[in-house]
């Protein structure tokens, strides 16, 4: 499988301020990455999709000008929490897709605290 | 809502048990996926079975799907201390374009 990168691997911030995220694909060029978010004891919830070199398709109920993702190249997607606030701290995941498009990747997550 | 739910929330067993999880969705799929997640990790890939594939085996796993009762399963055989995480079940839906909507999850708790 996809071997996937993320970085930070923690970050804390205070209220207010951005966040950047990087996302990975090491080992193949991924055209399509996934970012989720996970509340502690809870599933994930996908947030968007990302396609390179095209705009992120956002779910519903997510911001997409408070969540900026950017998928500038085949290996590195990035989303960017502007404004955090303490309701932003989660747990965020992106996935990239296999070459069949099925099986999805997962990095190994990031987590946000905002104090 | 088309999430997957799991049962049981949580199980917890003895090494060298069996351990069995369940997923049921709503909608029409293309696959049904199994996940494992280590506390505060991200997500490993276990298994995929497609819609038309009814049992699929890899190692001490065996997964079923019964797309007529829209329900999946999950075995781990001789289970080990190693095997405590949470395992989620994710569906990819007809016309969803390869997104995946997530179970609740099972966390599964194996002592030694």
């Known amino acids: 499988g996809a071997v996937v990168s993320q970085h930070p691997s923690w970050v804390i911030c205070k209220s207010g301020t951005s966040v950047k995220i990087e996302c990975r694909s090491l080992?193949?060029?991924?055209?399509?990455m996934f970012w989720y978010r996970q509340f502690p004891k809870q599933s994930l919830m996908l947030m968007a999709t990302?396609?390179?070199?095209?705009?992120?398709?956002?779910e519903q109920g997510v911001e997409k000008d408070k969540f900026l993702i950017n998928h500038a190249s085949l290996t590195l997607s990035t989303l960017t929490v502007t404004s955090a606030h303490p309701e932003d701290s989660s747990f965020y995941i992106c996935?990239?897709?296999?070459?069949?498009?099925?099986?999805?990747?997962f990095g190994p997550g990031t987590r946000l605290l905002v104090l | 809502s088309q999430q997957g739910e799991e049962d049981p929330q949580a199980l917890s067993i003895q090494e060298g048990e069996n351990a069995t999880m369940n997923c049921s969705y709503k909608?029409?799929?293309?696959?049904l996926q199994w996940y494992r997640q280590n506390s505060g990790r991200g997500l490993v890939h276990l298994i995929l079975?497609?819609?038309?594939?009814r049992e699929k085996h890899s190692g001490r796993l065996r997964v079923t799907l019964d797309t007529s009762k829209k329900s999946s399963s999950l075995l781990i055989t001789a289970s080990r201390a190693a095997d405590t995480a949470s395992y989620f079940c994710?569906?990819?839906?007809?016309?969803?374009?390869?997104?995946?909507?997530f179970g609740k999850g099972t966390l599964l708790t194996v002592n030694p």
């Open positions: 996935s990239v897709t296999g070459t069949e498009g099925e099986t999805q990747y």
């Open positions: 080992d193949f060029q991924a055209t399509t």
């Open positions: 990302s396609n390179e070199g095209s705009k992120a398709t956002y």
């Open positions: 909608t029409s799929i293309n696959n």
């Open positions: 079975i497609r819609s038309n594939e």
């Open positions: 994710a569906t990819d839906f007809r016309g969803s374009n390869y997104k995946l909507t």
